[in-house]
């Protein structure tokens, strides 16, 4: 724990500042995002009235997930402005387009005053929201790390996953707020559109914040000395595809996890453990929450161990703890998942450090982007459906094997990474960049 502290404190002043102002907006633009969920029965009897309550709030979850798949392309274009015009640009704007978005969510009327333009606007909507998060976190992540370099990479960015995890807890708790004091009935009229227009203030407060800071040295070397990419993601595709391998192996495991362990674990609690609601509902707290500290302990020890053999270690545990804990399911319940969730906490915090060096300066945002994006679509956006899916043909069991799989595959995601020794991330990423 001292070293701890004596590594936070061992940070300049605008690098604790440029951490603390990432990890808020992180917060905000998280919460705008899922908020979405945390509201679908209401949402849903909003825009689709005539349909049932269950069949109202399965439709209201297929425009969520609408959500996730655009974030690639989101992620893709604004990477592609992140990697030519600066990393700062794009993440201070790309929250003040989630904070409009999520405001005029907040008050588009619903299915009685709009009729089926308001189903379809609020898809319009969710793609919006979908494409600034896609652009959100490569962008930060990318401007962290170069500010912060790779001795102190592992830190800031695990403290900007932490932030970013941490707005599903706001999310949940002003749903657990505006539940209580206006009761179900309201909450289910009106009360819940409060949640929207309490996201926008925040999201526009992050913007301000987000909007006066500087671009990171890396970027503006790139600028003065001309080396600006015009076409990122043509030349990524071209000179790195093992990089890309690498970062969208390790991008899934982590995809996998949010996704079962995080979001998906009441719905799977109550199935296989018949548990209650409000149980599941608070484990799943108690997993995200202790998940976000684990973030910020695994990001300093990879600052100071090999990050690359720490993850190494974190995979291997993953793997092997990963079909005990599904098997004890039934007879131990939820104990053995939240701790495999902290082993996957352990991985996640270490490799975002990492996920940095496998790409150049001119292509890096647009290599975290493809990576990051492509797998919380097609694995995060997925992955519910597939493990309930599994888990009603072949148990917990089939549950935990697919565990493995991931696991794996980050294992051969990390084992993809080259060798370097090189302290410094801009020259490592130039190597890296070349051997691809």
């Known amino acids: 724990m001292a070293g701890l502290c004596g590594n936070v404190s061992a940070m300049v002043s605008p690098l604790w500042r440029t951490t603390f102002i990432s990890a808020l907006g992180g917060i905000f633009e998280f919460y705008d995002f899922v908020i979405f969920a945390l509201f679908a029965p209401q949402i849903g009897a909003a825009f689709f009235p005539q349909e049932s309550s269950a069949s109202a709030t399965l439709k209201a979850f297929a425009i969520f997930a609408v959500g996730y798949f655009a974030r690639p392309l989101g992620g893709i274009l604004w990477a592609h402005i992140a990697d030519r015009r600066g990393r700062a640009y794009v993440f201070s704007h790309t929250v003040l387009g989630m904070a409009a978005t999520t405001f005029i969510i907040g008050i588009l009327p619903g299915y009685a005053t709009l009729g089926i333009a308001a189903p379809i606007l609020l898809v319009v909507l969710r793609l919006v929201q979908g494409m600034a998060l896609g652009g959100e976190i490569p962008s930060s992540l990318c401007w962290l790390s170069e500010h912060a370099g790779r001795r102190r990479a592992g830190l800031v960015t695990a403290i900007l996953l932490a932030g970013v995890n941490s707005g599903l807890l706001l999310g949940q708790t002003v749903a657990l707020i505006i539940s209580s004091v206006f009761g179900d009935e309201h909450v289910m009229n009106w009360a819940w559109r409060l949640a929207f227009f309490f996201g926008s203030c925040i999201g526009v407060l992050a913007y301000f914040v987000r909007r006066h800071v500087g671009e990171s040295k890396e970027f503006e070397k790139l600028q003065s000395s001309g080396q600006v990419d015009p076409l990122p993601l043509r030349t990524l595709m071209r000179k790195s595809p093992r990089a890309l391998v690498s970062g969208f192996l390790m991008c899934s495991l982590h995809a996998w996890v949010v996704a079962t362990l995080y979001l998906a674990l009441p719905s799977f609690l109550m199935l296989a453990c018949k548990t209650t609601q409000s149980h599941a509902d608070f484990i799943a707290l108690v997993s995200a929450g202790c998940g976000s500290l684990i973030y910020v302990f695994s990001g300093w020890i990879a600052d100071n161990v090999s990050a690359r053999r720490f993850c190494a270690w974190a995979l291997l545990a993953m793997f092997v703890c990963a079909l005990p804990a599904y098997a004890s399911v ?5 104990t053995w998942l939240v701790a495999l969730g902290a082993l996957s906490g352990a991985f996640i915090g270490a490799y975002l450090g990492l996920l940095p060096r496998l790409f150049a300066s001119p292509v890096r945002v647009s290599g975290i982007a493809v990576s990051y994006d492509c797998a919380a679509a097609l694995i995060g956006g997925s992955g519910p459906f ?13 549950v935990g094997a697919l565990f493995m799989v991931f696991a794996a595959g980050g294992l051969v995601g990390l084992a993809l ?14 190597a890296l960049y070349k051997i691809s």
């Open 386 to 398: 597939v493990m309930f899916l599994v888990a009603e043909n072949f148990g917990a069991l089939g």
């Open 417 to 430: 990474m080259p060798k370097d020794d090189n302290p410094h991330l801009t020259d490592t990423a130039t």
């Open 330 to 334: 039934e007879t131990s319940g939820a």
